[in-house]
């Protein structure tokens, strides 16, 4: 007898090219440190990789996940209803804080510091508490990145309370607003954590946009990124 999930992947391989013959799927629970869920085409091979943090999830979920998976690697249309069943099954609560604790285990981040060439974010980051969150925040971890990335300008983690900027901006040709207003950014993320609402995650509410806008340099700060 196959395992079940097989039969769910063969099953949506059916649904979604019906005149094509099945390949050899492989498919497994991996513990990845978030949820991901990984395809690969090799040797004719499909490799199946699922977030264990899933396993006990529904069949409907567990077709769901096949379907999308499948799609993206044929290019088919994402059916809307398997995308929404999906978001809204990591979307809940429970699935949110078990992956939350798992990054935090199974995670690694990479701390290079707060104390760079040019700019100190420990520094920053006590000013712009002081002068927007009457000192209220609590200070997580500061650090540069590893790398000078000019596409992620900078990140709140919540599972490791770390505030990373991209070590581009460590630099003297760099206005110190730009890097104000980058960790001033990522403090509302401190401040305003990502809700649901509905299947779809709330990144920047509108309590959110609000406050960013008291950021003072705010225009200058975004015009001076769009050259970066």
Not at 96 to 105: D, F, N, Q, V, Y
Not at 119 to 132: G, M, P, T, V
Request: overall charge positive; aromatic content about 10%.
């Amino acid at each position: 007898m196959k395992p079940a999930l097989l039969e769910t992947f063969e099953t949506a391989y059916r649904e979604l090219r019906p005149r094509a013959a099945i390949p050899q799927i492989r498919v497994e629970f991996f513990p990845f440190a978030n949820i991901n869920n990984t395809i690969r085409l090799r040797d004719g091979v499909l490799l199946v990789r699922i977030s264990d943090l899933l396993e006990g999830a529904p069949q409907s979920v567990l077709h769901a996940i096949a379907h999308i998976l499948l799609a993206k690697i044929y290019r088919k249309p994402i059916a809307d209803a398997h995308a929404v069943r999906y978001r809204r099954h990591i979307g809940s609560h429970e699935i949110s804080e078990k992956a939350h604790l798992l990054r935090g285990m199974r995670g690694r981040k990479k701390i290079e510091g707060a104390l760079g060439n040019v700019y100190d974010l420990e520094a920053i980051f006590e000013d712009l508490n002081s002068r927007f969150f009457y000192g209220l925040l609590a200070r997580p971890q500061m650090t540069w990145s590893q790398n000078h990335s000019r596409n992620a300008l900078g990140h709140y983690d919540p599972a490791h309370n770390t505030i990373v900027v991209s070590r581009v901006f460590d630099h003297v040709d760099i206005p110190r607003y730009v890097v104000e207003y980058i960790v001033y950014h990522e403090m509302l993320h401190l401040k305003h954590p990502v809700k649901l609402r509905g299947s779809r995650r709330c990144v920047h509410s509108q309590q959110f946009q609000e406050e960013e806008k008291l950021y003072p340099q705010l225009a200058e700060a975004k015009k001076f990124l769009k050259l970066i």
